[in-house]
């Protein structure tokens, strides 16, 4: 599987974007996919996971602000994010993922190019 990550930029703080990440394969139907999130210095973390049924979960700090969706006749996830803070500056990832629980997913594909998303006035 090949991922692509796209929709960054540079945004103020409270602003929206739209992230989309194209997978290559015909197996994305049936896989969980997750967004993941690199900020300079840190780790890299799970941010939201959807299901193939379309079940979501988020990470504590982006639940109410982030949403993801999917269109599996596209092979695209999308995260949409909405009032946007400082601390959301990264380069952002997706993934297939072995769950949407987000202290317990793990990715299981390479990771592909991810998308810098800067929040700053």
């Known amino acids: 599987v090949q991922l692509q990550a796209s929709g960054g930029g540079l945004v103020q703080p409270g602003g929206s974007l739209r992230l989309s990440c194209t997978a290559s394969?015909?197996?994305?139907?049936?896989?969980?996919m997750g967004w993941y999130r690199q900020a300079p210095g840190k780790q890299r973390d799970f941010v939201a996971g959807?299901?193939?049924?379309?079940?979501?979960n988020y990470a504590s700090s982006v639940k109410g602000r982030f949403t993801i969706s999917r269109d599996n006749a596209k092979n695209t996830v999308y995260l949409r994010m909405n009032s946007l803070k400082p601390e959301d500056t990264a380069v952002y990832y997706c993934?297939?993922?072995?769950?949407?629980?987000?202290?317990?997913?793990?990715?299981?594909?390479?990771w592909g190019q991810g998308t810098l998303v800067t929040v700053s006035s």
């Open positions: 394969g015909s197996i994305f139907s049936i896989n969980a």
């Open positions: 993934n297939r993922v072995s769950t949407i629980a987000p202290m317990a997913a793990r990715p299981l594909s390479s």
């Open positions: 959807i299901t193939s049924s379309g079940s979501t």
